[in-house]
Nanobody, 121 residues
Framework: QVQLVESGGGLVQPGGSLRVSCAAS????????MGWYRQAPGKQRELVAT???????SYADSAKGRFTISRDNAKNTVYLQMNRLKPGDTAVYYC???????????????WGQGTQVTVSS
């Protein structure tokens, strides 16, 4: 069984910074792409950023220039550094990993439980 546990969410003032982390534990054979999604109240879940196993990154337009995604393969952990936060960034942030979790060696999508990020004065 695999668990993805996010941490680091909280309340921050507009213009502030926050870093969220997501660590995977359990039976993991391999991890390909890691990413972050977010879902604001009344809105659909949207992709924020991804990072491949080779380190290539991709960002939503709303995150470009303000957010940085990174990963530590030795720790099976993905990070999202968020700077110059805006009230519109308020959402539950979910991490995801495309991983092999059993001996069939098929990749499946694993999700964390989410962490709340609130940007407000």
């Amino acid at each position: 069984q695999v668990q993805l546990v996010e941490s680091g969410g909280g309340l921050v003032q507009p213009g502030g910074s926050l870093r969220v982390s997501c660590a995977a534990s359990g039976s993991i054979f391999a991890i390909d792409t890691m990413g972050w999604y977010r879902q604001a109240p009344g809105k659909q879940r949207e992709l924020v950023a991804t990072v491949t196993s080779g380190g290539a990154t991709s960002y939503a337009d709303s995150a470009k220039g303000r957010f940085t995604i990174s990963r530590d393969n030795a720790k099976n952990t993905v990070y999202l550094q968020m700077n110059r936060l805006k009230p519109g960034d308020t959402a539950v942030y979910y991490c995801t990993m495309r991983a092999v979790v059993d001996p069939t060696w098929r990749y499946t999508e694993q999700w964390g439980q989410g962490t709340q990020v609130t940007v407000s004065s």
